[in-house]
């Protein structure tokens, strides 16, 4: 959580960052009760999220973060339609895969509930996301789950959403940042405890 954040503070371009969890961790957005969240989820390390959205498991999935700087057009789309575009693409991308188009009732896991857009597969939803907008722009950060993809996901995703790419490691500075931010925020108790 905190590479994003400091992603999206240094980015001058549009970025995809592809990932996977050390541990079968849980994240949670922003709004997210805690101590509900840690119910629901024993034993399992607890992560929130600086977006919104539901309780999403991680281990075995496909995660990706999309980050477009303010300056960027795309930054400026409304939040329903740069989540369905970005959906599309990844849509795209899985075979068997279309979108929802309605929103299920609520329910404070990600995976079962729906929403429009979400990435749909035999009626199950298998890809969802959160977003957070603000005076840097756009952080999107999503989960594929429960379905196989290819291999060549993210090349696939970064060819389909820009017209020229490059794959690149992260930079030592934005890792030591990263680490700093970590320790200052999304490791204490007072971030992840806070609601």
């Not at 960052?17 to 050390?22: A, D, E, L, N």
């Not at 119910?39 to 498991?57: F, I, K």
């Not at 603000?134 to 290819?150: A, E, F, N, R």
Request: hydrophobic letters at 40%.
């Amino acid at each position: 959580m905190a590479i994003d954040e400091v992603l999206l503070r240094n980015a001058g371009e549009p970025l995809l960052r592809v990932y996977r969890w050390s541990d079968r961790s849980v994240s949670f957005g922003y709004f997210g009760e805690y101590q509900a969240v840690s119910d629901r989820w024993p034993g399992r390390p607890l992560v929130r999220r600086w977006t919104g959205g539901g309780e999403v498991p991680h281990g075995d999935d496909f995660t990706y973060t999309l980050i477009v700087p303010r300056s960027d057009a795309f930054s400026q789309t409304s939040v329903r339609e740069s989540y369905r575009l970005i959906h599309e693409v990844l849509a795209g991308a899985i075979p068997g895969t279309s979108l929802a188009d309605s929103d299920a009732e609520e329910n404070a896991a990600c995976f079962a509930r729906p929403v429009v857009a979400d990435v749909m597969k035999a009626g199950i939803k298998v890809a969802g996301a959160a977003q957070r907008r603000g005076k840097l722009g756009l952080l999107h950060q999503g989960s594929l789950q429960g379905t196989d993809w290819p291999a060549t996901l993210p090349e696939n995703l970064a060819a389909s959403l820009a017209t020229s790419w490059t794959a690149d490691a992260l930079e030592p500075e934005i890792v030591a940042q990263a680490s700093q931010l970590a320790d200052e925020k999304y490791a204490t108790d007072e971030w992840l405890r806070r609601r």
